[in-house]
């Protein structure tokens, strides 16, 4: 017997016997002989919880985890206090061992954190509308191209190199298959060229592509990229956030960007070596029937009673088929129940403390790191977050030393940006202490 | 239970706190000495003031309006709704799992390479494939990762005329919006009366076959019936040059009996959320691994996980990969699970699943065919379709069927799919459920047929125990509200 | 069904009316019943050329969408935007509320439209 099936034999014999099938083979017999599976799966027997469990462990700590480790590491995926209730919301099982929504009346649990979560990131980003999230940030980047071609019926997208470079990566594979043509725009002193954007956008331009803060933790202006993409005819501007950032940053949605996404991992989702995380995208009201995936509304049941539903469905594929707006057919449920959890825990100042903090530490940090002189910084640039250091010493050295002395260094520039070899990117967030970056700088100096 | 009927943002109160962080223990600062004014806001976020019980309750509340697997029986057609094991969860929590960076150093991350290179494995071995990719985020995101491989296939060949994928008339509405986000043009064939792949239709679709990039098929089909013709299928999509996609939603029904490698696919994927048990989650997020044939593996999206002697390592040297389709390396802690799922299982777990789902399906349906139509008489797999209500009696209509089973604390079947069945139920009870419970379903739905010829009243009325009834559908999408303002 | 005399039809049920070398365009009754509430009707721009056969709009119910295709060539002269506010206009009365006026850009395509009378034969097959 096994937990997770519950019949006996003798449940097998009566259905077998109220099927008319004198055994279990007779069930596939429809399956031709010559693909018929006929031996075993090159597999372990089932196992017991305690086993599994064991080895399970056992993997687990072949890694280091961040309780025992100082973490310094970003670059896309960041350690912010996560507050102990958020795990405890969505272990709920009524939450997470549910389907999509497709039956209201026993889903309204479901359908309005996703309203509430709506809500949330349209008033974050200062945007009209939002949809109910994307699998991660950066197929959101490559989504949100993607609706801006469907938008202006162009094929030109123009990306800063300031943008995640594996974002970049994705966008380009998404765009090649619809044969989009995608161009890179330079940066300078560590922030998108903007002058050379001048230059490239046309008439042919669909959309413009920055982050912000960009992927050296650089605040871009994206007033000014704004103004810029809008001189081409319908072009539109998309702008990846930090959602933390914004509770200190302008939001982009007051800034001129029509489209904004981002990644919203650093809200109450664990790390989790890389996934899931949780995507979001918002828009301009005039774009809705554009927005990719699902999209939750409020109306009004058969007794006049206020209730959310799955809405503007025509566009998605199971409707239009071969006509979609894109393929996506679910949301990050959990994680997007995860990210309102964490937005309502923190409220309106409970963000801006966290985005303040980590400001601070972040430039405690860069003045600490980089008194003695043994280390630069990369840019003379505002940021949030994170900024970029380098110096004479190989990142891998550095990495290895303060591995030894239980800290996660930052990113090696050089693997993404050839032209900075010996640069480290350091996230800071409000989760590390003052002594945990003055050892940080005392390792540091060192080496 | 009390009907709770507030937004979280209805609840709000100005000065609550749900949070405390330490105080700022590095010197203070003006954020404008380093932040240009421009950049910074001045306006307070418009986010909702609640201590933590509030939320704690809110959402409590919320939960109570939700039916889950671990509320009851959700026979969902092509969904896979089986139990989601508790010791699954407790994996993805470990502290070696869940608070691992995904750009620590390779010595930092040996446990999270060993697991995924060992569920590659498992799975290839599972599904008769050389190698996976453990990327694609849920099952359309594999299916799109798998076109952009059989795309990138054929470019290398210089063979760019093909536009066109083949998808038969049962398929999921996915499968077409896929083809044409990968840039190809679908084309349909269609079924015959016995609910499988027409092969006569197949041939006059794939012509002289120069412009077929491709098949997509799922097997056992969306009626739950095994694609018998599939080696001569097969043959004519390689004799034209095309290639095979494998949709894995419905791979709950063979494994141990059949594997979609043997059966001439060169592509395929599985929805992780649905054979190997991780949660739904109300939506997502899942994982659709996508497996290929040794002829596709230097397409690959990059990283690999590879392994040299006792190390580890994330491989990047593949130059003619497709590139990236996801950040980092996918959904790892659900894909944590599924490896758990599948080493409590082992081999003869999983072929015991596929085993008696394919009972429960043909056990429930000996229940249910005296009082539905059952447009195809026949031995299914994990699930069938039913056509309605037997006889004329149209004014019962098959969304009254599903809407008075909420009443009987049962979730409904997919409904309307596929659409080649009209007024469609397709039911899918999965090997977790009990006799007792296929039994109760069963007895539900014989009183509903017995309702729809005595009082259809009560079935147009259903629900009538939930907690809303029949929101409006026509009119959130006509003036849609899509957040709260106030 | 209402088929009204007078217009012109297409298989994709379109319908149009001519005045001069200037035309309405619309959806049928039947297809109005067909798609059930629409809830969304998508616009094209003004002075936006299309072939016949080409996509010029879309029409959205909760459980359809239908593109609306071109019965002959021409240019948008002016789009019904009340339609955007009140799609259940065409629900309402699919004749008195056209999508689009056109210029046709070639008239003697029309005789390769169906008359009322081939329209309700075609509708008649389809049921």
Same mark, same amino acid.
């Given at each position: 017997?096994?937990?997770?099936?519950?019949?006996?034999?003798?449940?097998?014999?009566?259905?077998?016997?109220?099927?008319?099938?004198?055994?279990?083979?007779?069930?596939?017999?429809?399956?031709?002989?010559?693909?018929?599976?006929?031996?075993?799966?090159?597999?372990?027997?089932?196992?017991?919880?305690?086993?599994?469990?064991?080895?399970?462990?056992?993997?687990?700590?072949?890694?280091?985890?961040?309780?025992?480790?100082?973490?310094?590491?970003?670059?896309?995926?960041?350690?912010?206090?996560?507050?102990?209730?958020?795990?405890?919301?969505?272990?709920?099982?009524?939450?997470?061992?549910?389907?999509?929504?497709?039956?209201?009346?026993?889903?309204?649990?479901?359908?309005?954190?996703?309203?509430?979560?709506?809500?949330?990131?349209?008033?974050?980003?200062?945007?009209?509308?939002?949809?109910?999230?994307?699998?991660?940030?950066? /197929?959101?980047? #490559?989504?949100? =191209? %993607?609706?801006? *071609? @469907? +938008?202006?019926?162009?094929?030109?997208? $123009?990306?800063?190199?300031?943008?995640?470079?594996?974002?970049?990566?994705?966008?380009?594979?998404?765009?090649?298959?619809?044969?989009?043509?995608?161009?890179?725009?330079?940066?300078?002193?560590?922030?998108?060229?903007?002058?050379?954007?001048?230059?490239?956008?046309?008439?042919?331009?669909?959309?413009?592509?920055?982050?912000?803060?960009?992927?050296?933790?650089?605040?871009?202006?994206?007033?000014?990229?704004?103004?810029? /993409?809008?001189? #081409?005819?319908? =072009? %539109?501007?998309? *702008? @990846? +956030?930090?959602?933390?950032?914004?509770? $200190?940053?302008?939001?982009?949605?007051?800034?001129?960007?029509?489209?904004?996404?981002?990644?919203?991992?650093?809200?109450?989702?664990?790390?989790?070596?890389?996934?899931?995380?949780?995507?979001?995208?918002?828009?301009?009201?005039?774009?809705?029937?554009?927005?990719?995936?699902?999209?939750?509304?409020?109306?009004?049941?058969?007794?006049?009673?206020?209730?959310?539903?799955?809405?503007?469905?025509?566009?998605?594929?199971?409707?239009?088929?071969?006509?979609?707006?894109?393929?996506?057919? @679910?949301?990050?449920?959990?994680?997007?129940?995860?990210?309102?959890?964490?937005?309502?825990?923190?409220?309106?100042?409970?963000?801006?403390?966290?985005?303040?903090?980590?400001?601070?530490?972040?430039?405690?940090?860069?003045?600490?790191?980089?008194?003695?002189?043994?280390?630069?910084?990369?840019?003379?640039?505002?940021?949030?977050?994170?900024?970029?250091?380098?110096?004479?010493?190989?990142?891998?050295?550095?990495?290895?030393?303060?591995?030894?002395?239980?800290?996660?260094?930052?990113?090696?520039?050089?693997?993404?940006?050839?032209?900075?070899?010996?640069?480290?990117?350091?996230?800071?967030?409000?989760?590390?202490?003052?002594?945990?970056?003055?050892?940080?700088?005392?390792?540091?100096?060192?080496? | 239970?009390?009907?709770?009927?507030?937004?979280?943002?209805?609840?709000?109160?100005?000065?609550?706190?749900?949070?405390?962080?330490?105080?700022?223990?590095?010197?203070?600062?003006?954020?404008?000495?380093?932040?240009?004014?421009?950049?910074?806001?001045?306006?307070?976020?418009?986010?909702?003031?609640?201590?933590?019980?509030?939320?704690?309750?809110?959402?409590?509340?919320?939960?109570?309006?939700?039916?889950?697997?671990?509320?009851?029986?959700?026979?969902?057609?092509?969904?896979?709704?089986?139990?989601?094991?508790?010791?699954?969860?407790?994996?993805?929590?470990?502290?070696?799992?869940?608070?691992?960076?995904?750009?620590?150093?390779?010595?930092?991350?040996?446990?999270?390479?060993?697991?995924?290179?060992?569920?590659?494995?498992?799975?290839?071995?599972?599904?008769?494939?050389?190698?996976?990719?453990?990327?694609?985020?849920?099952?359309?995101?594999?299916?799109?990762?798998?076109?952009?491989?059989?795309?990138?296939?054929?470019?290398?060949?210089?063979?760019?005329?093909?536009?066109?994928?083949?998808?038969?008339?049962?398929?999921?509405?996915?499968?077409?919006?896929?083809?044409?986000?990968?840039?190809?043009?679908?084309?349909?064939?269609?079924?015959?009366?016995?609910?499988?792949?027409?092969?006569?239709?197949?041939?006059?679709?794939?012509?002289?076959?120069?412009?077929?990039?491709?098949?997509?098929?799922?097997?056992?089909?969306?009626?739950?019936?095994?694609?018998?013709?599939?080696?001569?299928?097969?043959?004519?999509?390689?004799?034209?040059?095309?290639?095979?996609?494998?949709?894995?939603?419905?791979?709950?029904?063979?494994?141990?009996?059949?594997?979609?490698?043997?059966?001439?696919?060169?592509?395929?994927?599985?929805?992780?959320?649905?054979?190997?048990?991780?949660?739904?989650?109300?939506?997502?997020?899942?994982?659709?691994?996508?497996?290929?044939?040794?002829?596709?593996?230097?397409?690959?999206?990059?990283?690999?996980?590879?392994?040299?002697?006792?190390?580890?390592?994330?491989?990047?040297?593949?130059?003619?990969?497709?590139?990236?389709?996801?950040?980092?390396?996918?959904?790892?802690?659900?894909?944590?699970?599924?490896?758990?799922?599948?080493?409590?299982?082992?081999?003869?777990?999983?072929?015991?699943?596929?085993?008696?789902?394919?009972?429960?399906?043909?056990?429930?349906?000996?229940?249910?065919?005296?009082?539905?139509?059952?447009?195809?008489?026949?031995?299914?797999?994990?699930?069938?379709?039913?056509?309605?209500?037997?006889?004329?009696?149209?004014?019962?209509?098959?969304?009254?069927?599903?809407?008075?089973?909420?009443?009987?604390?049962?979730?409904?079947?997919?409904?309307?799919?596929?659409?080649?069945?009209?007024?469609?139920?397709?039911?899918?009870?999965?090997?977790?459920?009990?006799?007792?419970?296929?039994?109760?379903?069963?007895?539900?739905?014989?009183?509903?047929?017995?309702?729809?010829?005595?009082?259809?009243?009560?079935?147009?009325?259903?629900?009538?125990?939930?907690?809303?009834?029949?929101?409006?559908?026509?009119?959130?999408?006509?003036?849609?509200?899509?957040?709260?303002?106030? | 069904?209402?088929?009204?005399?007078?217009?012109?039809?297409?298989?994709?049920?379109?319908?149009?009316?001519?005045?001069?070398?200037?035309?309405?365009?619309?959806?049928?009754?039947?297809?109005?019943?067909?798609?059930?509430?629409?809830?969304?009707?998508?616009?094209?721009?003004?002075?936006?050329?299309?072939?016949?056969?080409?996509?010029?709009?879309?029409?959205?119910?909760?459980?359809?969408?239908?593109?609306?295709?071109?019965?002959?060539?021409?240019?948008?002269?002016?789009?019904?935007?009340?339609?955007?506010?009140?799609?259940?206009?065409?629900?309402?009365?699919?004749?008195?509320?056209?999508?689009?006026?056109?210029?046709?850009?070639?008239?003697?395509?029309?005789?390769?439209?169906?008359?009322?009378?081939?329209?309700?034969?075609?509708?008649?097959?389809?049921?």
């Amino acid at each position: 017997m096994y937990p997770y099936i519950s019949h006996t034999p003798d449940d097998e014999q009566k259905m077998l016997e109220a099927i008319g099938v004198s055994s279990i083979d007779e069930l596939f017999e429809d399956i031709p002989d010559e693909v018929a599976f006929k031996r075993e799966f090159k597999l372990d027997k089932a196992k017991s919880e305690l086993e599994v469990r064991s080895y399970m462990t056992e993997l687990s700590k072949k890694n280091c985890s961040l309780d025992d480790l100082t973490c310094f590491l970003g670059a896309g995926a960041y350690d912010h206090y996560i507050p102990s209730i958020v795990d405890h919301i969505i272990s709920r099982s009524e939450f997470y061992t549910s389907y999509t929504p497709y039956q209201p009346e026993i889903s309204q649990g479901t359908l309005q954190y996703l309203f509430e979560y709506q809500t949330l990131i349209c008033n974050l980003t200062g945007m009209d509308v939002s949809n109910a999230s994307l699998y991660d940030g950066g /197929t959101a980047i #490559a989504e949100a =191209a %993607l609706m801006s *071609t @469907s +938008v202006t019926r162009k094929e030109e997208i $123009i990306i800063s190199k300031t943008v995640r470079p594996e974002a970049r990566r994705i966008l380009k594979t998404y765009a090649h298959i619809q044969g989009l043509k995608v161009i890179e725009v330079d940066m300078k002193d560590g922030v998108t060229d903007l002058e050379q954007l001048d230059s490239l956008v046309s008439d042919n331009t669909s959309s413009v592509i920055i982050q912000s803060p960009n992927f050296f933790g650089i605040i871009e202006d994206i007033e000014e990229t704004a103004r810029i /993409t809008h001189k #081409a005819k319908r =072009a %539109l501007l998309i *702008t @990846s +956030v930090d959602p933390i950032s914004l509770g $200190i940053l302008r939001r982009p949605g007051d800034l001129g960007a029509d489209i904004v996404v981002g990644e919203a991992q650093g809200m109450g989702i664990p790390l989790s070596f890389g996934g899931p995380y949780l995507g979001f995208i918002a828009a301009r009201q005039s774009h809705v029937r554009k927005l990719p995936g699902r999209i939750v509304g409020e109306t009004i049941d058969l007794d006049g009673k206020r209730s959310y539903v799955l809405t503007l469905s025509a566009r998605e594929q199971h409707i239009r088929r071969e006509k979609a707006t894109s393929n996506i057919c @679910s949301n990050q449920g959990l994680n997007t129940l995860a990210a309102t959890v964490y937005m309502v825990t923190m409220g309106k100042e409970g963000l801006r403390e966290v985005a303040e903090q980590s400001t601070k530490k972040a430039h405690y940090a860069l003045k600490k790191l980089t008194q003695s002189g043994k280390y630069k910084p990369l840019f003379n640039q505002p940021f949030f977050k994170e900024f970029a250091l380098t110096s004479d010493l190989d990142p891998e050295l550095i990495s290895s030393k303060l591995r030894d002395a239980d800290i996660i260094g930052g990113y090696d520039l050089g693997q993404d940006y050839p032209q900075y070899k010996n640069a480290v990117l350091y996230a800071v967030t409000e989760k590390r202490t003052k002594a945990e970056i003055d050892k940080l700088s005392s390792v540091l100096e060192g080496i | 239970m009390r009907d709770y009927d507030k937004l979280i943002f209805e609840i709000s109160k100005p000065g609550r706190k749900a949070y405390r962080l330490p105080p700022l223990d590095v010197e203070d600062m003006d954020l404008e000495e380093h932040i240009p004014e421009k950049f910074l806001s001045k306006e307070e976020l418009n986010f909702p003031e609640v201590n933590e019980v509030d939320v704690i309750r809110h959402y409590t509340n919320l939960s109570d309006k939700n039916y889950g697997l671990d509320t009851g029986f959700y026979p969902l057609g092509s969904c896979t709704m089986k139990y989601n094991p508790k010791i699954n969860e407790d994996m993805a929590r470990l502290s070696g799992f869940a608070n691992v960076h995904p750009l620590q150093r390779e010595d930092c991350i040996q446990g999270s390479l060993q697991l995924l290179y060992e569920l590659d494995k498992a799975l290839c071995e599972i599904a008769g494939m050389d190698r996976m990719t453990l990327q694609p985020a849920a099952g359309a995101h594999g299916e799109l990762t798998g076109l952009m491989l059989i795309k990138a296939y054929h470019e290398k060949r210089g063979d760019t005329k093909r536009d066109k994928i083949i998808v038969p008339d049962s398929a999921h509405g996915t499968n077409p919006a896929t083809a044409s986000m990968a840039g190809y043009k679908a084309v349909e064939v269609k079924s015959t009366d016995d609910g499988i792949v027409d092969v006569e239709d197949l041939k006059k679709v794939i012509g002289d076959g120069d412009d077929i990039a491709g098949l997509m098929l799922t097997n056992p089909n969306t009626l739950g019936l095994f694609e018998k013709h599939i080696v001569e299928m097969a043959e004519l999509i390689h004799d034209a040059g095309g290639l095979l996609y494998y949709d894995g939603a419905n791979a709950n029904a063979i494994m141990g009996h059949a594997r979609p490698g043997d059966m001439g696919f060169d592509v395929v994927h599985f929805n992780i959320h649905k054979t190997f048990s991780t949660p739904h989650g109300g939506g997502g997020p899942g994982a659709g691994p996508v497996g290929v044939k040794e002829h596709l593996v230097e397409f690959l999206p990059t990283p690999l996980v590879e392994k040299d002697g006792e190390r580890y390592f994330l491989d990047y040297d593949y130059p003619n990969s497709i590139g990236k389709v996801k950040d980092f390396y996918g959904h790892f802690g659900i894909l944590v699970r599924a490896y758990t799922y599948i080493l409590t299982m082992g081999r003869d777990g999983l072929k015991k699943a596929s085993e008696m789902a394919v009972l429960n399906a043909n056990y429930l349906l000996s229940q249910l065919k005296d009082d539905y139509y059952l447009p195809i008489d026949t031995i299914y797999k994990h699930e069938f379709v039913l056509g309605g209500l037997k006889g004329e009696q149209l004014e019962v209509r098959t969304l009254d069927i599903a809407k008075r089973l909420l009443d009987f604390g049962f979730h409904p079947p997919t409904v309307y799919f596929p659409l080649i069945i009209r007024e469609a139920l397709m039911i899918e009870p999965t090997e977790t459920e009990s006799k007792e419970t296929l039994d109760e379903f069963a007895k539900a739905m014989k009183q509903i047929a017995e309702e729809a010829r005595r009082d259809p009243e009560i079935l147009k009325e259903a629900p009538h125990d939930t907690i809303v009834r029949r929101p409006d559908e026509v009119r959130a999408a006509r003036n849609p509200v899509l957040k709260y303002e106030g | 069904m209402n088929v009204l005399k007078d217009l012109f039809y297409t298989e994709d049920h379109e319908w149009l009316k001519v005045e001069g070398d200037e035309a309405y365009v619309g959806i049928t009754d039947f297809a109005q019943d067909q798609l059930g509430d629409i809830v969304y009707v998508e616009l094209p721009e003004i002075d936006d050329e299309f072939e016949k056969e080409e996509a010029f709009s879309a029409v959205e119910s909760v459980k359809a969408a239908s593109d609306i295709y071109m019965p002959v060539d021409g240019v948008i002269l002016e789009v019904n935007d009340e339609l955007l506010d009140a799609p259940e206009l065409l629900n309402t009365d699919a004749y008195e509320n056209w999508i689009v006026k056109i210029k046709l850009t070639d008239p003697s395509q029309l005789e390769e439209l169906l008359t009322s009378g081939e329209y309700e034969e075609f509708i008649a097959e389809e049921v």
